[in-house]
């Protein structure tokens, strides 16, 4: 594969250029920049620029409100609602957070539901910016269906992502955030764009028998990661990010879309925690000393170590050249 080194700096033009170009406002294109230069810098590239044409595809078929205005509206003390006025997700988001985070500073413990919005990215960067508030985050959405539930051969499931945030103080957040399929779909497809198998048990053909070759599991189904106990973990996401926001479950999201590449409308559901409030003024220095213990075991990685590093490396960042044309392109 050839490739090309891009700065975060040429990264974010690039990226800012093509989305207003196909119809965002300066308010969308710059906060979807902000989500895509954060892949990039942090090395989770199958949700940077390798999105970038599915988001464009939803724009050109006008499933997607690039000028989306997202209302916040809290209809409790510890309930915080975002409509997202079907625009993307990462908007609504930066409105909604700080929303949801001061009303678990004051209460304890604050849920969101957001609904009418198009999900398309990673979801450490919300659980991280409620981390960053002192608070324990976790978020999750659903997606089209294409994970089978353990036993079966029929996706129901979209891969299901849960991401979990805890604070410390002065130093990174302890974060992850892992599809509840074997693998991540755009893990899948940059396999595929790639030429490399995939690990055993990523997923079945369309015949339904296990296969390594990401392109037939493309056309058949992932399967959840740990068999039932992933696919537990998914139908509870299905469950947060649908039925407790009242959005769509994955499978009507797949009756309801256009089909053009880009992402369904849905929901997300997020959940922030006063450690504080529940714990005490101790609560850090506390668990600093499980985290301390983690650390001495050899070959352990607290999650979202390897992310922070890239965060911090000033080097450039190294794309597929065959995508970074087909973007310039789309921007005209």
């Not at 999105?51 to 916040?72: C, E, F, H, I, M």
Request: hydrophobic content about 45%; proline content about 6%.
């Amino acid at each position: 594969m050839k490739t090309v080194d891009l700065s975060i700096e040429e990264i974010g033009s690039l990226a800012r250029d093509v989305f207003r170009a196909n119809g965002c406002d300066s308010a969308n294109a710059d906060a979807l920049v902000r989500t895509i230069v954060g892949a990039e810098r942090d090395g989770s590239h199958s949700h940077g620029l390798f999105r970038v044409p599915g988001y464009v595809a939803s724009l050109r078929s006008g499933k997607v409100n690039g000028q989306a205005r997202p209302r916040v509206v809290a209809t409790t003390p510890a309930i915080i609602k975002v409509h997202g006025d079907d625009g993307y997700a990462p908007l609504a988001i930066e409105r909604g957070i700080p929303a949801l985070t001061q009303a678990a500073k004051q209460i304890g413990i604050a849920a969101m539901a957001m609904t009418h919005v198009h999900h398309f990215a990673a979801l450490w960067p919300e659980t991280e910016a409620i981390a960053a508030e002192g608070l324990i985050g976790l978020a999750c959405v659903s997606y089209l269906p294409c994970m089978a539930p353990a036993g079966g051969r029929s996706a129901l499931f979209g891969t299901n992502p849960i991401s979990f945030a805890w604070p410390r103080p002065g130093k990174d957040p302890v974060v992850f955030d892992m599809a509840t399929a074997a693998m991540a779909m755009g893990e899948v497809q940059l396999a595929a764009r790639g030429g490399r198998d995939v690990p055993p048990g990523t997923g079945l053909d369309a015949n339904g028998d296990v296969s390594t070759d990401p392109n037939a599991i493309l056309k058949g189904v992932l399967l959840p990661f740990g068999g039932y106990k992933g696919s537990a973990i998914a139908l509870m996401v299905e469950l947060l990010a649908a039925g407790a926001v009242g959005e769509r479950f994955s499978f009507e999201a797949a009756e309801a879309d256009v089909k053009d590449g880009g992402p369904p409308r849905g929901g997300e559901f997020m959940l922030a925690i006063s450690p504080e409030l529940l714990a005490g003024s101790d609560w850090a220095a506390h668990s600093e000393l499980f985290f301390e213990r983690f650390e001495r075991i050899e070959g352990a990685r607290l999650p979202g170590l390897r992310r922070h590093r890239n965060r911090r490396a000033g080097a450039m960042r190294r794309v597929d050249a065959d995508l970074i044309a087909r973007i310039r392109a789309l921007a005209g």
